[in-house]
């Protein structure tokens, strides 16, 4: 299963029950979740230790515009809008977190 | 029927504050109208859509909860709901409109995972 | 919108002719609207309307008509709970032509 999620860890509750429930797979941070995959961030902290259990992306473009590219955690893979199109058709199901 | 695929809902907002509750019934009542294979899953603040009880004349919403004692006529029967999500909201079974299977979180995500479809409202 | 005209006061209704108000209806409304849609209402037909303002009265929504189907069957015998009686008596559909003149919405999933 991919998971996107596109909601700021601060504001909702999407990563926190995405990470709560599901066991495994991918996760794709797009829009303003791509702040928890940054250094420092009180996420962070969840991203790391997420990263035992799934391989984590997050979209470039959105990490760029936020200004935040240069602080990606070790272990979370950048990707663009191609490599988001790959992860999806890669993966049998995709679950968008609202 | 080759082409019925497991399609799960996954509900995670209270029922008035937002339309996504009303929302992923009418899907939920179409899909099940093409004899698709159909699961729906309560976590977070969605639990709060199958409350016992609601009466919403003084707010003027349409009180839909209804609707989920219609499910079964549309054999929509797999209705899961998450453990820790009652327990934060001091909600038990018995506060819910509908028999449902009470699943822990990590249930609960084996079982999304299983499904051809995720919609998440 | 549409509005239609009985007894002198008149209904609003949407573009398809079903009753924008549920508290609009009643049984010369009902009469008046199966009238249009050229339905002769017979005790059958009252027995089926009337089972569809009770269905809505207990879960808030117009059922699909294989939903209607059964649970006409599992009420009124399987006499009555199959989609040929229903469409004898409703020619352009159970669910959608008996909710119209029961003055519910058009079903959800109508398919």
């Known amino acids: 299963m991919l998971h996107i999620i596109n909601k700021s860890p601060l504001e909702r509750s999407a990563l926190d029950s995405c990470l709560r429930t599901a066991g495994g797979g991918a996760i794709l941070l797009i829009e303003d979740a791509v702040y928890a995959a940054t250094r420092g961030h009180a996420a962070a902290a969840r991203i790391e230790e997420a990263l035992a259990r799934f391989a984590v992306y997050a979209l470039t473009p959105d990490l760029a515009a936020r200004g935040v590219a240069d602080r990606l955690i070790d272990g979370v893979t950048p990707v663009d809008y191609g490599g988001f199109v790959e992860l999806v058709a890669e993966h049998p199901a995709s679950h968008s977190w609202l | ?121 | 919108m549409g509005t239609i005209e009985v007894n002198g006061k008149s209904y609003e209704t949407d573009e398809e002719g079903y009753l924008v108000d549920l508290a609009d209806w009643s049984e010369e409304v009902a009469n008046h609207i199966a009238a249009v849609e050229n339905v002769d209402m017979s005790d059958q037909h009252w027995e089926v309307v009337n089972f569809l303002r009770e269905y809505y009265d207990e879960y808030q929504i117009a059922p699909a008509v294989r939903v209607l189907t059964k649970a006409i069957g599992k009420k009124l015998g399987p006499d009555k709970g199959n989609s040929q009686y229903l469409y004898e008596l409703f020619p352009y559909g159970p669910a959608k032509q008996a909710c119209k003149i029961a003055g519910l919405p058009k079903p959800t999933g109508c398919v």
């Open chain 2, 1 to 121: 029927m080759s082409n019925v695929k497991k399609f799960v809902f996954v509900n995670r907002k209270a029922p008035y504050g937002t339309i996504y509750a009303l929302e992923a019934l009418e899907v939920v009542l179409i899909t099940a109208a093409f004899d698709q294979d159909v699961s729906l899953v309560f976590m977070d603040d969605g639990v709060y859509q199958l409350k016992r009880g609601q009466q919403t004349q003084a707010i003027e919403n349409k009180n839909f909860s209804p609707v989920y004692r219609a499910l079964e006529g549309y054999d929509v029967e797999k209705l899961y709901v998450e453990r820790e999500a009652l327990a934060a909201r001091a909600l038990t079974e018995d506060d819910l409109l509908v028999p449902v299977t009470v699943l822990s979180s990590a249930e609960l995500g084996a079982l999304i995972d299983s499904q051809d479809v995720v919609l998440s409202f």
